[in-house]
Protein backbone atom coordinates (compact mmCIF):
# COMPACT_ATOMS: atom_id res chain seq x y z
CA UNK A 1 0.00 0.00 0.00
CA UNK A 2 1.02 3.31 -0.76
CA UNK A 3 1.69 5.67 2.51
CA UNK A 4 -0.93 8.42 2.13
CA UNK A 5 0.59 11.82 1.73
CA UNK A 6 0.35 14.63 4.38
CA UNK A 7 -3.25 16.29 2.93
CA UNK A 8 -4.57 12.86 3.17
CA UNK A 9 -5.51 12.72 -0.22
CA UNK A 10 -2.72 10.49 -2.33
CA UNK A 11 -5.39 9.56 -4.99
CA UNK A 12 -4.03 10.64 -8.30
CA UNK A 13 -4.68 12.39 -11.26
CA UNK A 14 -6.42 15.27 -9.42
CA UNK A 15 -4.95 17.55 -7.01
CA UNK A 16 -6.44 17.40 -3.44
CA UNK A 17 -7.97 21.40 -3.15
CA UNK A 18 -10.46 19.82 -6.70
CA UNK A 19 -11.54 16.89 -4.93
CA UNK A 20 -14.91 16.62 -3.36
CA UNK A 21 -14.12 13.04 -2.10
CA UNK A 22 -11.32 10.80 -2.13
CA UNK A 23 -9.77 7.34 -1.13
CA UNK A 24 -6.28 6.75 -0.59
CA UNK A 25 -4.88 2.74 0.00
CA UNK A 26 -8.42 2.14 0.89
CA UNK A 27 -9.29 -1.53 2.00
CA UNK A 28 -12.79 -3.26 3.09
CA UNK A 29 -12.46 -6.31 4.75
CA UNK A 30 -15.24 -8.39 5.79
CA UNK A 31 -15.00 -11.18 8.36
CA UNK A 32 -12.66 -12.90 9.91
CA UNK A 33 -10.01 -16.10 9.75
CA UNK A 34 -10.91 -18.37 6.84
CA UNK A 35 -14.38 -16.54 5.83
CA UNK A 36 -12.58 -12.85 5.36
CA UNK A 37 -13.47 -11.42 2.49
CA UNK A 38 -11.68 -8.48 1.05
CA UNK A 39 -14.43 -6.76 -0.66
CA UNK A 40 -11.70 -3.59 -1.72
CA UNK A 41 -7.80 -3.94 -2.00
CA UNK A 42 -6.09 -0.84 -2.09
CA UNK A 43 -8.22 1.84 -4.05
CA UNK A 44 -6.89 4.84 -4.80
CA UNK A 45 -9.58 7.32 -6.55
CA UNK A 46 -10.74 11.15 -6.27
CA UNK A 47 -14.41 12.53 -7.68
CA UNK A 48 -14.20 16.17 -8.80
CA UNK A 49 -17.10 18.77 -8.30
CA UNK A 50 -19.76 18.21 -11.08
CA UNK A 51 -18.37 15.06 -12.66
CA UNK A 52 -20.19 12.05 -13.66
CA UNK A 53 -17.88 8.83 -13.15
CA UNK A 54 -19.49 5.67 -13.81
CA UNK A 55 -17.82 2.92 -12.01
CA UNK A 56 -18.51 -0.86 -13.56
CA UNK A 57 -17.45 -4.17 -12.97
CA UNK A 58 -19.00 -7.63 -12.46
CA UNK A 59 -21.12 -8.51 -9.66
CA UNK A 60 -18.76 -8.99 -6.01
CA UNK A 61 -16.58 -7.04 -7.53
CA UNK A 62 -16.76 -4.43 -4.58
CA UNK A 63 -18.81 -1.62 -6.31
CA UNK A 64 -21.19 -1.19 -3.57
CA UNK A 65 -18.91 -1.51 -0.86
CA UNK A 66 -16.79 1.56 -2.69
CA UNK A 67 -19.91 3.09 -2.63
CA UNK A 68 -20.27 2.89 0.71
CA UNK A 69 -16.83 3.48 1.85
CA UNK A 70 -16.90 6.95 -0.48
CA UNK A 71 -20.41 7.80 1.58
CA UNK A 72 -19.29 7.04 5.37
CA UNK A 73 -21.53 4.26 5.33
CA UNK A 74 -18.42 1.71 5.99
CA UNK A 75 -15.39 2.51 7.72
CA UNK A 76 -12.41 1.19 6.02
CA UNK A 77 -10.26 -1.51 7.58
CA UNK A 78 -7.32 0.59 6.18
CA UNK A 79 -6.71 3.84 4.21
CA UNK A 80 -8.29 7.19 4.14
CA UNK A 81 -11.62 8.43 2.98
CA UNK A 82 -11.52 12.03 2.31
CA UNK A 83 -14.91 14.40 2.14
CA UNK A 84 -14.31 18.45 1.16
CA UNK A 85 -10.88 17.36 2.67
CA UNK A 86 -11.78 16.46 5.73
CA UNK A 87 -10.39 12.53 6.96
CA UNK A 88 -14.31 10.82 7.12
CA UNK A 89 -12.26 7.81 8.71
CA UNK A 90 -11.12 9.52 11.59
CA UNK A 91 -14.45 10.35 12.56
CA UNK A 92 -17.02 9.02 14.81
CA UNK A 93 -20.11 7.69 13.78
CA UNK A 94 -22.19 10.63 14.65
CA UNK A 95 -19.85 13.10 13.23
CA UNK A 96 -19.81 10.82 10.12
CA UNK A 97 -23.24 11.41 10.13
CA UNK A 98 -23.25 14.63 10.39
CA UNK A 99 -20.98 15.01 7.28
CA UNK A 100 -23.09 12.58 4.98
CA UNK A 101 -26.31 15.12 5.89
CA UNK A 102 -24.29 17.30 4.69
CA UNK A 103 -24.03 16.66 0.98
CA UNK A 104 -23.99 13.12 -0.21
CA UNK A 105 -27.36 11.21 -1.13
CA UNK A 106 -28.03 7.78 -2.43
CA UNK A 107 -30.18 6.53 -5.34
CA UNK A 108 -30.53 2.29 -5.02
CA UNK A 109 -31.36 -0.20 -7.22
CA UNK A 110 -34.58 -1.39 -5.80
CA UNK A 111 -35.99 2.64 -5.00
CA UNK A 112 -36.43 1.97 -1.17
CA UNK A 113 -38.96 4.12 -0.88
CA UNK A 114 -41.21 3.72 2.02
CA UNK A 115 -44.29 1.55 0.86
CA UNK A 116 -47.15 2.93 2.62
CA UNK A 117 -46.33 6.48 2.23
CA UNK A 118 -47.26 8.31 -0.88
CA UNK A 119 -45.40 9.82 -3.25
CA UNK A 120 -46.10 13.12 -2.22
CA UNK A 121 -45.52 11.70 1.64
CA UNK A 122 -42.01 10.40 0.45
CA UNK A 123 -40.58 13.21 -0.95
CA UNK A 124 -42.41 15.75 1.57
CA UNK A 125 -40.25 13.75 4.09
CA UNK A 126 -37.14 13.85 2.73
CA UNK A 127 -37.74 17.42 1.86
CA UNK A 128 -38.70 18.35 5.94
CA UNK A 129 -35.19 16.00 6.95
CA UNK A 130 -33.01 17.88 4.58
CA UNK A 131 -34.31 21.51 5.21
CA UNK A 132 -35.41 21.21 8.47
CA UNK A 133 -38.45 23.68 7.61
CA UNK A 134 -42.15 22.64 7.38
CA UNK A 135 -42.86 25.63 5.08
CA UNK A 136 -40.25 24.38 3.12
CA UNK A 137 -40.98 20.62 2.92
CA UNK A 138 -44.21 21.58 0.47
CA UNK A 139 -42.45 23.65 -2.27
CA UNK A 140 -39.90 21.52 -2.20
CA UNK A 141 -41.72 18.40 -2.69
CA UNK A 142 -43.78 20.11 -5.30
CA UNK A 143 -40.58 21.26 -7.01
CA UNK A 144 -38.76 17.91 -7.49
CA UNK A 145 -41.92 16.44 -8.79
CA UNK A 146 -42.01 18.47 -11.35
CA UNK A 147 -38.46 17.86 -12.44
CA UNK A 148 -38.38 14.04 -12.59
CA UNK A 149 -41.95 14.54 -14.19
CA UNK A 150 -44.26 13.22 -11.76
CA UNK A 151 -46.25 15.83 -10.70
CA UNK A 152 -49.55 13.59 -11.10
CA UNK A 153 -48.52 11.16 -9.61
CA UNK A 154 -48.50 13.01 -6.00
CA UNK A 155 -50.92 10.63 -4.40
CA UNK A 156 -50.31 7.20 -5.15
CA UNK A 157 -48.35 4.51 -3.15
CA UNK A 158 -45.02 2.95 -5.05
CA UNK A 159 -46.26 -0.20 -5.65
CA UNK A 160 -48.98 1.83 -7.85
CA UNK A 161 -46.18 2.90 -10.01
CA UNK A 162 -44.01 1.10 -12.65
CA UNK A 163 -40.49 0.52 -11.82
CA UNK A 164 -39.07 3.40 -13.65
CA UNK A 165 -41.59 5.72 -12.24
CA UNK A 166 -40.35 4.11 -8.54
CA UNK A 167 -36.60 5.09 -9.81
CA UNK A 168 -37.57 8.64 -11.09
CA UNK A 169 -39.55 9.18 -7.51
CA UNK A 170 -36.29 7.72 -5.74
CA UNK A 171 -34.11 10.37 -7.44
CA UNK A 172 -36.32 13.37 -6.72
CA UNK A 173 -36.00 12.54 -3.38
CA UNK A 174 -32.38 12.54 -3.59
CA UNK A 175 -32.20 15.84 -5.35
CA UNK A 176 -34.32 17.42 -2.91
CA UNK A 177 -31.35 17.18 -0.55
CA UNK A 178 -29.39 19.34 -2.86
CA UNK A 179 -26.55 16.58 -2.49
CA UNK A 180 -22.94 17.65 -3.36
CA UNK A 181 -22.30 14.12 -4.30
CA UNK A 182 -25.44 11.64 -5.78
CA UNK A 183 -23.97 7.73 -5.21
CA UNK A 184 -26.13 5.64 -7.26
CA UNK A 185 -25.86 2.13 -6.79
CA UNK A 186 -27.46 -0.15 -9.92
CA UNK A 187 -29.63 2.97 -10.59
CA UNK A 188 -31.01 1.03 -13.87
CA UNK A 189 -30.37 -2.65 -12.45
CA UNK A 190 -34.46 -3.56 -12.06
CA UNK A 191 -35.43 -1.88 -15.19
CA UNK A 192 -35.20 -2.88 -18.89
CA UNK A 193 -33.32 -1.26 -20.82
CA UNK A 194 -35.50 1.14 -22.63
CA UNK A 195 -37.12 2.53 -19.79
CA UNK A 196 -33.48 2.02 -17.79
CA UNK A 197 -31.78 4.59 -20.38
CA UNK A 198 -34.51 7.41 -20.05
CA UNK A 199 -34.29 7.51 -15.91
CA UNK A 200 -30.36 7.82 -16.91
CA UNK A 201 -30.97 10.79 -19.55
CA UNK A 202 -33.10 12.11 -16.65
CA UNK A 203 -30.83 11.47 -14.20
CA UNK A 204 -28.13 13.08 -16.47
CA UNK A 205 -30.31 16.11 -16.89
CA UNK A 206 -30.59 17.04 -13.26
CA UNK A 207 -26.84 16.71 -13.15
CA UNK A 208 -26.08 18.80 -15.48
CA UNK A 209 -28.43 21.76 -14.11
CA UNK A 210 -27.59 20.69 -10.76
CA UNK A 211 -23.80 20.54 -10.65
CA UNK A 212 -23.76 17.68 -8.20
CA UNK A 213 -20.94 15.22 -8.65
CA UNK A 214 -22.51 11.37 -9.65
CA UNK A 215 -20.99 8.28 -9.56
CA UNK A 216 -22.99 5.26 -10.82
CA UNK A 217 -22.37 1.72 -10.43
CA UNK A 218 -23.43 -0.52 -13.00
CA UNK A 219 -22.58 -4.04 -14.43
CA UNK A 220 -24.12 -2.37 -17.60
CA UNK A 221 -21.94 -0.93 -20.16
CA UNK A 222 -24.62 0.57 -21.72
CA UNK A 223 -24.80 2.96 -18.29
CA UNK A 224 -21.35 2.86 -17.78
CA UNK A 225 -20.81 4.60 -20.83
CA UNK A 226 -22.48 7.47 -19.82
CA UNK A 227 -19.89 8.85 -17.32
CA UNK A 228 -17.42 11.61 -18.40
CA UNK A 229 -15.00 9.00 -16.82
CA UNK A 230 -15.13 5.44 -16.18
CA UNK A 231 -13.83 3.79 -13.42
CA UNK A 232 -13.52 -0.41 -13.52
CA UNK A 233 -13.52 -2.97 -10.31
CA UNK A 234 -12.56 -6.26 -10.43
CA UNK A 235 -12.41 -8.93 -7.72
CA UNK A 236 -11.96 -5.66 -5.50
CA UNK A 237 -9.69 -3.95 -7.57
CA UNK A 238 -9.67 -0.72 -9.39
CA UNK A 239 -8.21 -1.42 -12.62
CA UNK A 240 -8.23 1.52 -14.56
CA UNK A 241 -8.95 5.75 -14.41
CA UNK A 242 -9.57 7.52 -17.11
CA UNK A 243 -10.01 11.06 -17.34
P1 LIG B 1 -20.81 -5.49 -6.00
O1 LIG B 1 -21.61 -4.34 -5.53
O2 LIG B 1 -19.84 -5.16 -7.10
O3 LIG B 1 -21.67 -6.65 -6.39
P2 LIG B 1 -20.04 -5.80 -3.21
O4 LIG B 1 -19.31 -4.57 -2.81
O5 LIG B 1 -21.44 -5.93 -2.77
O6 LIG B 1 -19.89 -5.99 -4.80
O7 LIG B 1 -19.27 -7.07 -2.66
C1 LIG B 1 -17.86 -7.27 -2.81
C2 LIG B 1 -17.47 -8.56 -2.09
O8 LIG B 1 -17.63 -8.38 -0.68
C3 LIG B 1 -18.29 -9.77 -2.47
O9 LIG B 1 -17.44 -10.88 -2.44
C4 LIG B 1 -19.32 -9.86 -1.35
O10 LIG B 1 -19.75 -11.16 -1.18
C5 LIG B 1 -18.53 -9.34 -0.16
N1 LIG B 1 -19.38 -8.65 0.84
C6 LIG B 1 -20.10 -7.53 0.63
N2 LIG B 1 -20.75 -7.16 1.74
C7 LIG B 1 -20.42 -8.07 2.70
C8 LIG B 1 -20.75 -8.25 4.08
N3 LIG B 1 -21.54 -7.38 4.72
N4 LIG B 1 -20.23 -9.31 4.73
C9 LIG B 1 -19.41 -10.18 4.12
N5 LIG B 1 -19.05 -10.08 2.81
C10 LIG B 1 -19.54 -9.04 2.11
MG1 LIG C 1 -23.68 -4.03 -5.53
Redesign the pocket.
Known amino acids: MTPSTASGVGAEGLAPARSLAACAGVTVA??QGDAR?V??ADADLAIASGEIVSLA????????????VLGGLVVPSAGTVTWKGQPLSSLDAAARGRARAEGIAYVFQGSNLIPHLSVWENLAFAALVATNRRDASGPETEHALGLVGLAGKADALPGELSGGEQQRVAIARAVIQKPDLLLC??PTGHLDSDTGGRVLDMLVALQGEAGFSLVI?T?DESVAARGHRRLE?AE?RLLASES
Open positions: YGVALGASGSGKTTLLHDEAHLG
